[in-house]
């Protein structure tokens, strides 16, 4: 039997909220994001996918200041199998909301680290969805 994997995210952290989807009626993925009093909403080609040993990278651009920084959330999601009736299942997982450090002579020209992260500890459900 082979194992039923989830599609729909709902996770909450102390200063993030994410909901993510595989797969929409488009077969594009969704991801929308609450962050500093903004909500974010990304789909398709403005959601990159990595699939690593430790699980699947989710990144998106929340923002860019000219000549100092653009800022990244990569979700981190980890290989799920639901069980059986099992419709859903609670996990933890962290987001890493990342500066990237610039100048108006680009990165070569800041000095020290050029990448800034920071871990948001976040907590939620995994689910299907029909789309």
């Known amino acids: 039997m082979q194992p039923v994997r989830p599609n729909y995210f709902v996770l909450k952290g102390q200063?993030?909220?994410?909901?993510?989807q595989t797969s929409s009626l488009s077969g594009?993925?969704?991801?929308?994001?609450q962050y500093e009093k903004k909500e974010l909403h990304f789909g398709g080609e403005k959601i990159r996918l990595q699939e690593t040993e430790i699980g699947q990278m989710v990144t998106v651009d929340l923002g860019f200041e000219p000549d100092?920084?653009?800022?990244?959330?990569?979700?981190l999601i980890p290989l799920i199998n639901l069980e059986g009736n099992q419709s859903s299942s609670f996990f933890h997982t962290e987001a890493i909301i990342t500066d990237h450090l610039?100048?108006?002579?680009?990165?070569?020209?800041?000095?020290?680290?050029?990448?800034?992260?920071r871990f948001?500890?976040?907590?939620g459900t995994a689910g299907i969805i029909i789309s």
Do not use: F, M, N
């Open 15 to 20: 200063d993030v909220k994410i909901t993510y």
């Open 28 to 33: 594009q993925p969704l991801l929308s994001v």
């Open 68 to 75: 100092r920084a653009t800022k990244t959330l990569t979700l």
């Open 102 to 117: 610039t100048s108006i002579g680009g990165p070569d020209l800041v000095k020290g680290a050029i990448q800034i992260y």
């Open 120 to 123: 948001e500890s976040l907590e």
